[in-house]
């Protein structure tokens, strides 16, 4: 079984600071990683994943995350977060020969202020 | 990308009703689906993987016989929760898994369906 950690229920953070989610996870085999970021009131939408390759990815909105296999970790960070970055964030993993059931961590919620 | 909804977004109901929520994908075709179930301030736990055609499976500790899945199409899974009670109040969530087996898979998440049991 497969299981995820997000060390920081809650980060607040001022607008234009940069701002690091920690993740890390447990497998006994491969996996895939992914962040989804839940904004206030709507459903969860992908942020940014790792299947395989090099080992940091980045979103659109200038999100990246770092593959770490010896520390078992996928941090997320933003150099400098907008207001509009406040949300819940959660890390999670999947396994291809398990259905790709996703596993989630406990999420943190980031809030910017001005 | 690819849209996926949820009706109702909200629902209040007695105790002892059964309430369906439906989940559809409107522009593609999923032979899978996922149910969530979300406690305020908690993360996402999987409640059961939803595939067309066939029987649903059931996460351990989950209820089949009060959780109904029906994924009666490719663009179609309904979750009815069954003689509801007060405890069953909660945020269900539904995904969508879009893809082939490759690297570009994704799973496509729903708004979301709070229901509340008076």
């Known amino acids: 079984a497969q299981s995820v950690t997000q060390l920081d229920s809650q980060v607040p953070v001022f607008e234009e600071a940069p701002v690091e989610l920690r993740c890390n996870y447990s497998s006994s085999v491969s996996v895939y990683l992914f962040w989804y970021v839940q904004y206030p009131n709507q459903g969860l939408q992908l942020l940014l994943k790792y299947l395989s390759g090099s080992t940091l990815v980045e979103s659109i909105n200038g999100f990246e995350a770092e593959f770490n296999k010896s520390q078992t970790s996928f941090h997320l960070r933003k150099p400098s977060v907008h207001i509009s970055d406040t949300a819940e964030y959660f890390c999670a993993v999947s396994v291809k020969a398990a259905g790709n059931k996703l596993t989630f961590g406990g999420g943190t919620r980031v809030l910017v202020k001005p | 990308g690819a849209v996926v909804s949820q009706h109702p977004s909200w629902v209040i109901c007695k105790s002892g009703t059964s309430v369906k929520i439906e989940c559809r994908s409107l522009d593609f075709q999923a032979t899978t689906m996922f149910w969530y179930r979300q406690f305020p301030k908690q993360s996402l736990m999987l409640m059961a993987t939803s595939n067309e055609g066939s029987k649903a499976t059931y996460e351990q500790g989950v209820e089949k016989d009060k959780f109904l899945i029906n994924h009666a199409s490719l663009t179609l899974s309904t979750l009815t929760v069954t003689s509801a009670h007060p405890e069953d109040s909660s945020f269900y969530i539904c995904?969508?898994?879009f893809g082939s087996g490759g690297s570009t898979d994704t799973q496509y998440f729903g708004p979301g369906t709070r229901l509340t049991v008076l």
């Open positions: 995904s969508a898994h």
